[in-house]
């Protein structure tokens, strides 16, 4: 059982406030393992979107389950200080919704990778995942006989 104590769970919501999370670092490298070509943290678009496919029009944010309030087991509310943490997880999930909202009516695709579906167990789920949302990668389409 990986319950988390206090301490880290203060250290791990430090981690995750750096621009490049381990959860991050995760999916690139699953993306460039499989030939997926991105660029990073387009500030000029809704959310600076961690990973984006310009030419795909695919933006991918790569949440925090504790910032971003994901219903699983890393992202159950703190018991304590409940007055700090609530409004700021909740302002984070309004940001969340509505740079989506300006991505999508800007003709973009989202696709959101929760902390927790990075963790080993899962990353055959995940790259499933991913190349649903992607489609074929760009360096297999071009190979031409
Ligand atoms: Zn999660």
């Not at 490049?20 to 460039?32: C, K, N, Q």
């Not at 393992?33 to 790569?62: C, E, M, N, Q």
């Not at 080993?120 to 995942?129: D, M, S, V, W, Y």
């Amino acid at each position: 059982m990986d319950r988390i104590t206090p301490e880290a769970r203060s250290a791990n919501m430090k981690a995750v406030r750096r621009k490049d999370t381990a959860p991050e670092m995760i999916v690139r490298r699953l993306l460039y393992v499989t030939g997926y070509r991105y660029r990073l943290h387009i500030k000029k678009l809704p959310g600076s979107p961690d990973i984006v496919f310009v030419g795909r029009k695919k933006a991918i944010f790569v949440h925090g389950c504790f910032w971003h309030g994901h219903e699983c087991r890393a992202g159950r509310r703190p018991q304590s200080r409940q007055e700090y943490w609530l409004p700021k997880i909740a302002r984070n999930q309004e940001r969340d919704a509505a740079a989506i909202r300006q991505l999508h009516r800007m003709g973009w695709n989202t696709l959101v990778v929760w902390q927790c579906e990075t963790n080993a167990p899962n990353r055959i789920t995940l790259e499933t995942k991913l190349r649903d949302f992607l489609g074929a990668a760009s360096t297999t389409a071009k190979i031409s006989p």
